[in-house]
């Protein structure tokens, strides 16, 4: 069955740092996502991607935040300069149209545990 | 802002009691959709109610979806330990806004 893939699995990153986020959605999936979840807390989403394009993006998603789809597979989220407040689970999903729309299910990733130290 | 609402936030129910989750929002829905995530994993899409009243049934499951297409709830009849983890409503705001869940534990 087709899956999305995200690595790292767990990702520890000193403070200040840059780290970047990997995903391989689905492979005949239009749309791209990154949400993120802070231990225990809800799913956040952060950005929606779709034709080489941002299509939408949360008031989380700030300067520090980019994404970008740099082949035909691999779909990145890099965080600029990592806070202490960044650490959680990022997951990647993805899906064929966009998400919400009648019929149309996202599939998620495993997720990658960030954490700032 | 539109907001999506879920209660409880968690729930301890003794295995073969049943379960309910509830999602409501401050605005009408075009559809909404149903999500589990077990402990240390990512959300898995259960399934999606697009029509007012509708109700949907998966074995044990029974997801509800109110006759205003403002609410939702997800029933689970007989919990068995393998139901344990969060159950999230999802709302097509902002592509995919999650509820904030309601986690399930299950005592043997």
């Known amino acids: 069955e087709p899956e999305v893939t995200q690595t790292p699995s767990h990702q520890v990153t000193q403070m200040g740092q840059e780290v970047i986020l990997r995903c391989v959605p689905i492979?005949?999936?239009?749309?791209f996502y990154w949400y993120r979840q802070i231990l225990g807390q809800k799913v956040e989403f952060l950005v929606s991607?779709?034709?080489?394009?941002?299509?939408?993006k949360s008031e989380i998603f700030d300067d520090q935040f980019s994404v970008e789809r740099p082949d035909g597979s691999n779909f990145t989220l890099k965080i600029r300069s990592t806070k202490l407040e960044d650490s959680a689970m990022y997951f990647c999903?993805?899906?064929?149209?966009?998400?919400?729309?009648?019929?149309?299910?996202?599939?998620f990733g495993q997720g990658t545990r960030l954490t700032v130290v | 802002g539109q907001q999506v609402m879920q209660i409880p936030q968690y729930q301890h129910v003794q295995e073969g009691e049943d379960f309910t989750t509830y999602c409501n929002s401050s605005?009408?829905?075009?559809?909404i959709q149903w999500y589990k995530q077990r402990p240390g994993g990512h959300p898995v899409f259960l399934i999606q109610?697009?029509?007012?009243?509708e109700v949907k049934k998966q074995k044990r499951l029974t997801f509800q979806f109110g006759e205003a297409k403002k609410n939702s709830s997800l029933h689970i009849t007989a919990t068995q330990t393998t139901d344990v983890g969060t159950y999230f409503c999802?709302?097509?705001?902002?592509?995919?806004?999650f509820g904030g869940g309601t986690r399930l534990m299950v005592k043997p």
């Open positions: 605005t009408t829905l075009s559809n």
């Open positions: 109610l697009v029509k007012s009243g």
């Open positions: 492979s005949n999936h239009l749309y």
């Open positions: 999802a709302v097509p705001m902002h592509m995919l806004t």
């Open positions: 991607f779709y034709n080489n394009e941002i299509s939408e």
């Open positions: 999903a993805s899906s064929e149209a966009m998400a919400g729309f009648p019929s149309t299910e996202a599939f």
